[in-house]
T-cell receptor, first 114, second 116 residues
């Protein structure tokens, strides 16, 4: 069975500092990996995905993530955080071997302070 | 980009009544739609997967007679919560997969259900 772990319930960062939100995954085959962001009482907004190719993926709003196969990680990063980045972030994985389901991590609350 | 809408965005109903939530893909055809449930400050839990024209596949522990899912067309899926109880109060989110782009999955804005 596939699974995703987001080890941090909350990450606090000062505005202008770099941020990292951690994600590790487990699948039986090669993964599709995704990051989504959720603002209060809203659905999920797509940030970026890793399908194949370059391990460094660039996405929306200046976010990027690096696929590391040996460490089974897909950490989300941004060089300079904004207060408006404060939200709930979900990592998700789908087994590209034919599985139909996205499995989500438990989410990480990002708080960016002035 | 692909857009998924949900209606209503929020609903309050009395215990024992049924509530229908609609999920529409506005600018693409969705052969597969997914229904998720999210409790406060928790992750999304997949309830069921529906394919157009066939019966939905429910996740373990989800009562199919309570959460009726219909996917009658390539752009519309509905979730009906039957005989709702306060414990059904939750945030329900649908998602649709673009038939032409198998790895893309788009999410609706969610429906807040409160059962009194």
């Amino acid at each position: 069975a596939q699974s995703v772990a987001q080890p941090e319930d909350q990450v606090n960062v000062a505005e202008g500092n770099p941020l990292t939100v951690k994600c590790t995954y487990s699948v039986s085959g090669n993964p599709y990996l995704f990051w989504y962001v959720q603002y209060p009482n809203r659905g999920l907004q797509f940030l970026l995905k890793y399908i194949t190719g370059d391990n460094l993926v660039k996405g929306s709003y200046g976010f990027e993530a690096e696929f590391n196969k040996s460490q089974t990680s897909f950490h989300l990063k941004k060089p300079s955080a904004l207060v408006s980045d404060s939200a709930l972030y979900f990592c998700a994985v789908r087994d590209r071997g034919g599985g139909n389901k996205l499995t989500f991590g438990t989410g990480t609350q990002l708080k960016v302070e002035l | 980009g692909a857009v998924v809408s949900q209606h209503p965005s929020w609903v309050i109903c009395k215990s024992g009544t049924s509530v229908k939530i609609e999920c529409r893909s506005l600018d693409f055809q969705a052969t597969t739609m997914f229904w998720y449930r999210q409790f406060p400050k928790q992750s999304l839990m997949l309830m069921a997967t529906s394919n157009e024209g066939s019966k939905a596949t429910y996740e373990q522990g989800v009562e199919k007679d309570k959460f009726l899912i219909n996917h009658a067309s390539l752009t519309l899926s509905t979730l009906t919560v039957t005989s709702a109880h306060p414990e059904d109060s939750s945030f329900y989110i649908c998602s649709a997969r673009d038939a032409g782009r198998a790895y893309e999955q788009y999410f609706g804005p969610g429906t807040r259900l409160t059962v009194t």
